[in-house]
């Protein structure tokens, strides 16, 4: 009879390194504001992910319709909201998945609403969200819920608000951003 004993604890491996930089100025600081974003095929997203700064994967993507920036937009990411499951043995709670909701507006709220309609029910794609220097995947195949609300104000402007819902265990992480990729408004012809 044969007896395995785990060797490791359930932390999931090794813990990398901390940063920190004694100087706390606006060149460690990362501003916020969902600033632009990407929907991404799923079916392309490990391509991009493998050179996430290469201005030249982002724009085969671009060209060969496998992501489509939206590259002004406002909004905010709440970060992701984990499940609390019931434990076992002597641990009273254990981490479940993680939800993440981002929301961003669209001011072009006139001309997209076949866009939104087709997104609406797509599954197809993730999304990439870009702060003031970073880039963020959430890596995982995102639902869309647009909508075009109307204020009652004559001076406000309307935009498509489109909440975006994913589950990943893991939070994003930001990679510098591509140059030249969400400066620039892209129509497929």
Not at 13 to 25: A, E, H, K, Q, R
Not at 69 to 83: C, E, H, K, L, N
Not at 126 to 144: L, Q
Request: net charge negative; charged share 15%.
């Amino acid at each position: 009879m044969s007896i395995y004993y785990p060797s490791s604890s359930c932390g999931g491996g090794s813990i990398p390194d901390y940063y920190c930089n004694p100087c706390l100025d606006s060149s460690v600081i990362e501003y916020g504001r969902i600033r632009s974003i990407a929907l991404i095929k799923n079916t392309y997203i490990n391509t991009l992910l493998a050179n996430p700064t290469s201005s030249s994967v982002w724009s085969t993507g671009i060209n060969n319709a496998d992501i489509i920036v939206i590259y002004q937009t406002q909004g905010s990411y709440d970060g992701g909201t984990t499940a609390e499951l019931t434990g076992f043995g002597d641990s009273v709670t254990y981490n479940g998945n993680t939800t993440h909701i981002l929301t961003y507006k669209d001011p072009f709220a006139a001309d997209n609403c076949d866009f939104y309609n087709a997104i609406r029910n797509s599954t197809d794609y993730t999304i990439a969200f870009r702060t003031s220097t970073k880039t963020w995947f959430a890596e995982e195949p995102v639902t869309f819920t647009p909508k075009n609300a109307v204020a009652d104000d004559i001076q406000a402007a309307m935009a498509w608000e489109v909440q975006c819902k994913w589950q990943n265990s893991d939070s994003p992480c930001g990679y510098t951003t591509p140059v030249g990729i969400f400066d620039t408004c892209y129509i497929h012809a």
